[in-house]
């Protein structure tokens, strides 16, 4: 992957609600993004919808993600999907360490050997981070750069640099509240200079960063071309195939 073409991932989560649905969605997905573009689009459907939407998009330039992966490889772990079975499924991004599953109990550390296994099984690792909310003294970029320090007790710069970050403030999330094309630019210069305090200067500035939190049709260009991050991470907007497609247009 081109680190200067931006990559947008369509995050369906748990949606749609039937398979036949799932399929429309990925097939009408497929058709927006026939022929290639100057960003890379990749969609993350359940994982029970990922080999029926892997038929519909395989004639298209969009590549599949999971939402997920387990963090053992076989064995007695009753509702788990492991990396293997993904990569079976041609899966080649997997986000990691979104605040859903944060929320539901996944670690620091659970990211971290998630990530690994990723990075072992040659997927790419979108590696989620970002504050529940933000306060006037500040706080908020201690807790980003724990969050990044975490990371970077497990990885080298050769694996860091395969990885892609995804910086999704959890109170622009679903919530139509989107940060703002400063408030975007000032986290991308903060990340990276966490980056380089803990690898170097190239390594931090070839790690690619994507925005995600209420990325609409209406603010993507904005976000894109101020915020200086290299995609987005689109949730809602990424079930409906003309926003979806306008998001991908904006930072093409
Ligand atoms: P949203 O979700 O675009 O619906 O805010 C983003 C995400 O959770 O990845």
Redesign the pocket.
């Known amino acids: 992957m081109k680190k200067t073409v931006p990559l947008v991932v369509g ?1 369906w ?1 748990l949606n749609p609600v039937t398979m036949s649905d799932a399929s429309d969605l990925a097939q009408a997905t497929a058709r927006k993004h026939r022929k290639t573009s100057d960003a890379y689009v990749a969609i993350a459907p359940p994982a029970t919808y990922l080999a029926e939407a892997g038929k519909k998009i395989c004639k298209s330039t969009v590549s599949l993600a999971a939402q997920d992966v387990s963090v053992n490889n076989m064995g007695a772990h009753t509702g788990e999907v492991s990396i293997m079975q993904l990569r079976d499924l041609g899966v080649e991004f997997v986000i990691i360490g ?3 599953r944060r929320a539901a109990g996944e670690t620091n550390e659970e990211v971290q050997k998630k990530t690994l296994i990723a990075l072992k099984h040659r997927l790419v690792p979108i590696v ?1 981070i970002g504050e529940r909310e933000r306060d006037d003294q500040g706080n908020f970029f201690t807790f980003i750069e724990k969050q990044l320090r975490s990371l970077g007790k497990v990885l080298t710069s050769a694996q860091i640099k395969k990885a892609v970050i ?1 910086y ?1 403030p959890i109170w ?4 139509g509240d989107t940060a703002t094309a400063d408030d975007v630019k000032e986290m991308q210069l903060f990340i990276e200079s966490v980056l380089t305090k803990i690898y170097d200067r190239p390594t931090a500035k070839s790690v690619r960063l994507l925005y ?4 609409k049709p209406g603010n993507a260009a904005i976000l894109h071309t101020e915020g200086g991050m290299k995609g987005f ?5 990424s079930l409906k195939v003309d926003d979806f497609a306008a998001i991908v247009k904006a930072v093409s």
């Open positions: 995050n989560k979104h605040s859903e989620c995804a999704e622009a999330i679903g919530t995600g939190g209420s990325v991470l689109v949730g809602g907007a």
